[in-house]
Antibody, heavy 120, light 106 residues
Framework: QVQLVQSGAEVKKPGASVKVSCQAS????????INWLRQASGQGLEWVGW????????GSAQKFQGRVTMTTDTSKNTAYMELSSLTSEDTAVYYC?????????????WGQGTLVTVSS | EVVMTQSPAALSVSPGVRVTLSCRAS??????LAWYQQKPGQVPRLLIY???TRATGIPDRFSGSGSGTEFTLTISSLQSEDLGIYFC????????FGGGTKVEIK
């Protein structure tokens, strides 16, 4: 079945960067964009950005532009999200999620989530 | 930016009752709306897309309706396993999510 498995929890200091991975299985990796979203504790969902494994094209929400880098390694069926200049407001669970249908902006399935904690 | 507002923020309902959750968009998003369910300790799961199309494997007690700026998710007969938080998401103008409605079982 389609599955996304993310890397483990991270603790970072303010100003540092974090890189989260998302390994896909059960489908043709290049056929679906991977999106990244986050959820702070007890809060709603926030979309971070997307990357196309086939073309490398990517985009992000305006608030993350210049601070987030999304890449893929098709040889490993893995997507990566790197977020720099971390502050305490970046503390959240970060999810990768596949587009449920190519070219449509709703998501499923989702990875299990990666908790990123930013603390001095 | 399209702002999505969900109501109520929380509700407690007995099993078997019909439940209606609301989602309002700050501008016309046509039918570009999805609903997700997030059970406690779990990741979000796609329930509905295109306002009213159930995702694969979703029971038919879940239904979606609406258009433009007003949308509804209905659970025809609440089951105990339906507890969790329900989020709406628009994908008409970039992406944005509502704050969620928490459904508790009485």
């Amino acid at each position: 079945q389609v599955q996304l498995v993310q890397s483990g929890a991270e603790v970072k200091k303010p100003g540092a960067s974090v890189k989260v991975s998302c390994q896909a299985s059960g489908y043709t990796f290049s056929n679906f964009d991977i999106n990244w979203l986050r959820q702070a504790s007890g809060q709603g969902l926030e979309w971070v950005g997307w990357v196309n494994p086939n073309t490398g094209n990517r985009g992000s929400a305006q608030k993350f532009q210049g601070r987030v880098t999304m890449t893929t390694d098709t040889s490993k069926n893995t997507a990566y999200m790197e977020l720099s200049s971390l502050t305490s407001e970046d503390t959240a669970v970060y999810y990768c999620a596949r587009r449920a249908v190519p070219d449509h902006w709703y998501f499923g399935p989702w990875g299990q989530g990666t908790l990123v904690t930013v603390s001095s | 930016e399209v702002v999505m507002t969900q109501s109520p923020a929380a509700l407690s309902v007995s099993p078997g009752v019909r439940v209606t959750l609301s989602c309002r968009a700050s501008q016309n998003i046509r039918a570009n709306l999805a609903w997700y369910q997030q059970k406690p300790g779990q990741v979000p799961r796609l329930l509905i897309y295109g306002t009213s199309t159930r995702a694969t494997g979703i029971p038919d007690r879940f239904s979606g309706s609406g258009s433009g700026t007003e949308f509804t998710l209905t659970i025809s007969s609440l089951q105990s396993e339906d507890l969790g938080i329900y989020f709406c998401q628009q994908y008409s103008d970039w992406l944005s999510f509502g704050g969620g409605t928490k459904v508790e079982i009485k």
